[in-house]
């Protein structure tokens, strides 16, 4: 039996491009992935026994970490409030790293956003974690010093 001639390796630029052109095809598969993320989760694809959201159907069916389902989520509902972002992102200009880094800067997430009725036209405050918590350890290093627990 005669095999098949070896192809010749690739050149530098042909290498180049087919990777530009393969992480094209994952980023418009990725935000797909996630068009259909947000409607399966605002339809409760993902209710059953023992799972609590979308993001634990995610680690369970798809194997992804619970933080990284997390996230998942996250963008595929924040990517509906950014068409430009999204439609960018459909025709792999963009990846997911860059949108994901996007919808953290531009679409408050709800958790994390705490308002008054009472007060009118009060704007809504953005409480921030990491701030949070390094004003914890700063309290705690400060009773350490003095003595306090």
Same mark, same amino acid.
């Not at 290498?15 to 087919?18: A, F, G, P, R, W």
């Not at 308002?115 to 009060?122: A, T």
């Given at each position: 039996? $005669?095999?098949p001639a070896p192809t010749p390796p690739l050149t530098l630029p042909q290498?180049?491009?087919?990777l530009l052109g393969l992480a094209g095809h994952l980023a418009a598969a990725q935000s797909r992935f996630l068009t259909l993320l947000a409607?399966?989760?605002?339809?409760?694809?993902?209710?059953?026994?023992?799972?609590?959201?979308?993001?634990?159907?995610? $680690?369970?069916?798809?194997?992804?970490?619970?933080?990284?389902?997390?996230?998942? #989520?996250? #963008?595929?509902?924040?990517l509906r409030?950014?068409?430009?972002? *999204? *439609?960018?992102?459909?025709?792999?200009?963009?990846?997911?790293?860059k949108v994901r880094a996007i919808t953290r800067v531009t679409v408050p997430p709800r958790h994390r956003?705490?308002?008054?009725?009472?007060?009118?036209?009060?704007r809504p405050r953005i409480r921030l974690a990491g701030l949070r918590l390094r004003d914890r350890a #700063?309290?705690?290093?400060g009773r350490r010093r003095h003595g306090h627990r």
């Open positions: 039996m $005669t095999q290498l180049e491009d087919e409607e399966f989760d605002d339809r409760a694809g993902w209710a059953g026994p023992g799972l609590r959201s979308c993001a634990h159907w995610l $680690t369970w069916r798809i194997g992804m970490s619970l933080r990284t389902a997390h996230e998942h #989520v996250r #963008v595929a509902h924040a409030r950014l068409p430009l972002i *999204a *439609a960018a992102f459909a025709q792999g200009r963009i990846s997911y790293s956003l705490r308002g008054s009725r009472r007060g009118g036209g009060r #700063v309290r705690r290093r």
